[in-house]
Antibody
Framework: EVQLVESGGDLVNPGRSLRLSCTAS????????ISWFRQAPGKGLEWVGF??????????EYGASVKGRFTISRDDSKSIAYLQLNSLKAEDTAIYYC??????????????WGQGTLVTVSS | EIVMTQSPLSLPVTPGEPASISCRSS???????????LDWYLQKPGQSPQLLIY???HRASGVPDRISGSGSGTDFTLKISRVEAEDVGIYYC?????????FGQGTKVEIK
């Protein structure tokens, strides 16, 4: 059974950093792209970014609101994806989800989602 | 950036009756591989989103056949042939043809 478990969410002051983890099981992690999404309290879904599998270069893409501040990485040996959040702002307050697509070559169509981890940015 | 527009934003439904949600994109979503890069998700209260329909019209595993997706170009539709109580939640369309991936605003489906 595919499982994605996010961790690392916390209450942090504006301007600080945080690293979220997405621990995967139930599939060959290295073969799959991993995406991150977020949802601010009472708001809709927002795409944060994704990291391709090594077969596709392991490169990353980001949404405009986080580009330059957030970094996605992966450790295939541990089956973990990371989301490094720097220079945090109040508007980054959200539940952060990691996701796996249903196809190794089509990186959208996110078939598996974690339960999410809450990041609160406040002084 | 491709802008996704859903309608309606609120949809009161009667159990057993059909329901339909529209999603319109500011650009066509047809990929060179022949697939429309448009997915539908349902977020039930207190839960993570779940994939319902992928690539425009393909039902995800475990999704009942009373839920269907259709469309082409820039206009897409999610249909529920007979609404059940378990269908309540917020429905989102999302395009993944072009970065940044973008969502519609969401359609809240409630039982009347």
């Amino acid at each position: 059974e595919v499982q994605l478990v996010e961790s690392g969410g916390d209450l942090v002051n504006p301007g600080r950093s945080l690293r979220l983890s997405c621990t995967a099981s139930g599939f060959t992690f290295g073969d799959w792209a991993i995406s991150w999404f977020r949802q601010a309290p009472g708001k809709g879904l927002e795409w944060v970014g994704f990291v391709r599998s090594r077969a596709y270069g392991g490169t990353t893409e980001y949404g405009a609101s986080v580009k330059g501040r957030f970094t996605i990485s992966r450790d295939d040996s541990k089956s973990i994806a990371y989301l490094q959040l720097n220079s945090l702002k109040a508007e980054d307050t959200a539940i952060y989800y990691c996701c796996k697509p249903r196809d190794t070559a089509i990186w959208g169509s996110l078939h598996h989602w974690g339960q999410g981890t809450l990041v609160t940015v406040s002084s | 950036e491709i802008v996704m527009t859903q309608s309606p934003l609120s949809l009161p439904v009667t159990p057993g009756e059909p329901a339909s949600i529209s999603c319109r994109s500011s650009q066509g979503l047809l990929n060179t591989n022949g697939y429309y890069y448009l997915d539908w998700y349902l977020q039930k209260p207190g839960q993570s989103p779940q994939l319902l329909i992928y690539l425009g019209s393909h039902r995800a595993s475990g999704v009942p056949d009373r839920i269907s997706g259709s469309g082409s170009g820039t206009d897409f539709t999610l249909k529920i042939s007979r609404v059940e109580a378990e269908d309540v939640g917020i429905y989102y369309c999302m395009q993944t043809l072009q970065i940044p991936w973008t969502f519609g605003q969401g359609t809240k489906v409630e039982i009347k």
